[in-house]
């Protein structure tokens, strides 16, 4: 998942929200958006709907004596919410908690507190129970251990009321179709279970991704093929990289050997193939603070909490995105060029547009994000300093030298005519915008 874009803060703000990243690096690396703590209590702040609307109201939360908050996007009907709770029989260290913000604004409940947390997915969310010390870094966190079987956390599965389902796991993936990845205490294997906990499909798995269209991903022996729901190969493992879940029918997988990403159909059929840079050696996009804290043209690997996103394999409305002479554009499933390469770096389309970068052409100046058609015209010039992709009708966006985001439509213009501090995507017909103040808790 992207991570959405995070405006420049001032520098109180800045410390706060580098030491907690510091704290989180090692142990959620799927969090949406971060919160810092600031001190202006007018600010709105809470989930608003796809009218604007504050339906929502975080300012009025004092249910915890938190010092700090970081909220998720709205996931199959509530928040993961990230703080920090006293922990008295430790000296008073701040312990990181993991709780859930339904969307009537109630939290699950003040036992409801984990030591690490997914979002929920199809009804049930993986929450890890271990008890650690205060700071403490998570020992899943570490994908580099030679024996899997030390990595023995206390995964298992709740539902919508808070109550455990089922598991206790080493290592869990989760739910999609169904079927959840799931890595027993002391062993070295995946396996797949269904919502009762049960056993559906074994294997001698090192890794596995997630079910979509009827395939997941598994890795064997350090190599990656295609199972279908009864655990049936459709692709022997014989890919290094791990191939993509399938969006309209493909799957995207990368070969770095011969410099190109092939798609797949649901046979595992290669369909088409397109040259692209090796994912170690491509460029990608992150901060870099000699550009005035905006977006430059870095080469890989991935080495920074700030990039943007390194996946833009994925089929999106028809479309791939294809690179030619380090410039990138579009072509269709046949590998017709559509749009010509001619920008920095480019994702897949959303909602009919197609986000695009270029870097500043002045020495020391920042890249610029915006937005093209099908065909090719820039609908939205880039003249951004931050851009998402589009969700529900409008984009999250950061104006030329302004600190604040606003939402707009496809054609640019301010959809409910407000600017935020800080903003998210829609997601479910929810986003979150503004930041809490000093005095919420």
Same mark, same amino acid.
């Given at each position: ?63 915890y ?9 709205i ?38 507190? +984990?030591?690490?947390?997914? %979002? &929920? @997915? !199809? #009804? $049930?969310?993986? /929450?890890?129970?271990? *008890?650690r010390?205060? =700071? ?15 990595v ?16 206790? +796991?080493?290592?869990?993936? %989760? &739910? @999609? !179709? #169904? $079927?959840?990845? /799931?890595?027993?205490? *002391?062993?070295?294997? =995946?396996?797949?279970v ?26 064997v ?33 990368e ?36 550009k ?27 479309l791939v ?73 409008c984009a ?13 439509d496809y ?14 995507s ?12 000093m005095?919420?808790?």
């Amino acid at each position: 998942m992207m991570k959405l874009p995070v405006n420049r803060l001032s520098s109180a703000s800045f410390l706060v929200f580098v030491l907690i990243s510091v704290g989180l690096a090692l142990n959620w690396q799927n969090v949406a958006f971060t919160w810092a703590v600031v001190a202006d209590r007018n600010e709105p702040f809470g989930f608003i709907d796809k009218k604007g609307k504050m339906v929502i109201d975080l300012r009025k939360m004092n249910q915890y004596k938190a010092s700090n908050c970081f909220f998720h996007s709205i996931s199959d009907g509530s928040s993961l919410v990230f703080t920090q709770l006293g922990d008295t029989d430790n000296n008073g260290f701040l312990k990181n908690k993991y709780m859930f913000l339904n969307l009537n604004g109630a939290f699950m409940g003040i036992d409801r507190t +984990f030591e690490r947390a997914h %979002d &929920f @997915s !199809e #009804g $049930l969310a993986a /929450v890890d129970l271990m *008890n650690r010390e205060p =700071w403490s870094s998570s020992s899943s966190s570490s994908s580099s251990l030679d024996d899997p079987r030390q990595v023995n956390d206390d995964w298992c599965f709740i539902d919508k009321s808070g109550a455990v389902k089922f598991g206790s +796991f080493g290592e869990v993936n %989760d &739910f @999609s !179709e #169904g $079927l959840a990845g /799931v890595r027993k205490k *002391n062993s070295c294997y =995946w396996q797949f279970v269904d919502k009762n906990g049960s056993k559906a499909i074994s294997g001698p798995f090192t890794a596995v991704g997630p079910f979509s269209q009827g395939r997941a991903a598994v890795c064997v022996n350090e190599k990656w093929g295609l199972i279908d729901r009864a655990g049936k190969i459709i692709v022997e493992p014989k890919y290094e990289k791990q191939i993509q879940p399938f969006h309209e029918n493909f799957a995207a997988v990368e070969v770095p050997s011969a410099k190109r990403l092939d798609y797949l159909n649901a046979d595992g059929e290669i369909v088409l193939s397109v040259d692209r840079t090796p994912a170690l050696n491509r460029k990608i996009i992150r901060r870099n603070p000699e550009k005035g804290g905006g977006f430059a043209l870095v080469k890989g690997p991935y080495t920074a909490d700030y990039e943007l996103s390194t996946i833009n394999c994925d089929v999106s409305e028809g479309l791939v995105v294809i690179e030619r002479n380090g410039k990138y554009g579009y072509a269709d499933l046949v590998g017709r060029t559509v749009i010509t390469p001619r920008f920095d770096y480019c994702w897949p389309f959303s909602e009919g547009r197609g986000r695009v970068f270029q870097q500043g052409l002045a020495k020391g100046s920042k890249g610029s994000f915006g937005y093209v058609d099908r065909v090719g015209n820039e609908i939205v010039p880039c003249k951004l300093d931050e851009a998402s992709d589009f969700s529900d009708g409008c984009a999250v966006v950061t104006q030329h030298n302004s600190d604040r985001c606003e939402y707009v439509d496809y054609s640019g213009r301010n959809v409910f005519g407000k600017t935020y501090r800080r903003a998210t995507s829609f997601h479910e017909g929810f986003a979150l915008v503004g930041q809490p103040s000093m005095d919420l808790f």
